[in-house]
């Protein structure tokens, strides 16, 4: 507030009046925070026609997930939405829930958001509710939708978008790279340049990756490589 309007004197509230307004507000809000959220969404899809939002309840009457897409998403969407990657971050609120971002690259290489939600669980029945909200909030499924290897997020893509190609993060894939191959062999250095040169190219087949793959790892080291190749699935 200081920031806002200019110096301490102008804010006109002290840091005691500001506790006693948050300890009301809370007060006010009690157990209806989450109908209070539904209700802004849906007030805002009713008043802005290019705002859309869903919602899911579960059986207990608890909140069991929440989508929205505004103007600027959709706009982003329509122009840069080929590619898509979605990810849950886990459960890093007071409320205990998912928050899942919907994230793809403009044309100057920035991240930009293409879509919002939280969820309560990680099914695939979720997810499913989820793709099909998403869908239908922007009118047509991405050419590729981007994920980590959670079998869940995987029914779920199969399931609700067949026309587009699912890809696996290759951040994922890498930070797993040593639990899969062992830690002597990822950590030679002529290992990781060779893996390098096969896997930052879009030069090459499946059939070449799976040849140059096999023909990567020293004799001395084979022992260390844990089948199935966890690169694999990148080029599905």
């Known amino acids: 507030m200081k920031s806002l309007c200019g110096n301490f004197e102008d804010v006109g509230a002290t840091k005691t009046d500001f506790k006693k307004y948050k300890r009301d507000l809370n007060k006010y809000i009690g157990d209806n925070d989450a109908e209070l959220a539904m209700q802004r969404l849906k007030n ?3 008043h802005l026609s290019n705002f859309s939002c869903d919602y899911v309840v579960r059986v207990d009457g608890i909140l069991g997930g929440l989508f929205w897409a505004d103007e600027y998403m959709k706009t982003n969407y329509f122009t840069f939405g080929d590619v898509v990657a979605f990810d849950g971050t886990y459960r890093s609120n007071k409320y205990d829930m ?9 044309n100057h290489n920035r991240n930009i ?56 993060c290759m951040w994922h894939i890498w930070d797993k790279l040593t639990s899969k191959v ?7 250095i002529d290992f990781k340049k060779q893996l390098c040169r096969i896997v930052w190219t879009y ?29 694999t699935e990148f080029y599905r």
């Not at 062992?182 to 030679?188: D, R």
């Not at 090459?204 to 790892?217: D, G, L």
Request: aromatic residues 10%; glycine residues 4%.
């Open 44 to 46: 805002k899809q009713k």
């Open 98 to 106: 998912i928050s899942v971002p919907f994230t793809g690259v403009d």
């Open 113 to 168: 958001t293409l879509g919002a939600a939280i969820l309560g669980n990680e099914t695939a029945e979720m997810y499913k509710w989820l793709l099909q909200s998403y869908v239908k909030a922007f009118g047509f499924a991405p050419l590729v939708i981007v994920t980590n290897q959670d079998a869940a997020m995987r029914r779920a893509v199969e399931d609700v978008l067949p026309t587009s190609r699912h890809k696996l």
């Open 182 to 188: 062992g830690s002597a062999l990822c950590n030679t």
């Open 203 to 231: 030069a090459i087949t499946p059939a070449e990756f799976e040849k140059e793959w096999h023909a990567i790892p020293p004799a001395e080291f084979v022992i260390f490589v844990t089948p199935p190749n966890p690169l």
